[in-house]
């Protein structure tokens, strides 16, 4: 088992910046990548970004490119999204996740855990 907590969120104005976390623990070895997905009212959850264990590759949504920085810390099993010029349209719950499977980063289905998530609230 994995075990995933996220922080991080929290109310920021359009154009500011916020940084999130995540904290892996349990089988963390077993984990071969991590990714962030986000929800917002209404609507269904969807991929955001993600990352391989080793940080060689990175995937991002095309809405995020630019803005948003995923990046990994293994030695404390963390990754972090660094989201910068805010919008209010990222207005949302984002969630930490984790897969041990090699398939393909930018869909829920290879992601067997996941966090709580923690609310992102952009105001314009």
């Known amino acids: 088992q994995v075990q995933l907590v996220e922080s991080g969120g929290g109310l920021v104005q359009a154009g500011g910046s916020l940084r999130l976390s995540c904290a892996a623990s349990?089988?963390?070895?077993?984990?071969?990548?991590m990714g962030w997905f986000r929800q917002a009212p209404g609507k269904e959850r969807v991929f955001v970004a993600a990352i391989t264990r080793s940080g060689g590759s990175t995937y991002y949504t095309d809405s995020v490119k630019g803005r948003f920085t995923i990046s990994g810390d293994n030695a404390k099993s963390t990754v972090y999204l660094q989201m910068n010029s805010l919008k209010p349209d990222d207005t949302a719950i984002y969630y930490c996740?984790?897969?041990?499977?090699?398939?393909?980063?930018?869909?829920?289905?290879?992601?067997?855990?996941w966090g709580q998530g923690t609310q992102v609230t952009v105001s314009s």
């Open positions: 996740a984790a897969s041990t499977m090699n398939v393909n980063p930018t869909t829920e289905n290879g992601y067997g855990y």
């Open positions: 349990g089988r963390t070895f077993s984990v071969n990548r």
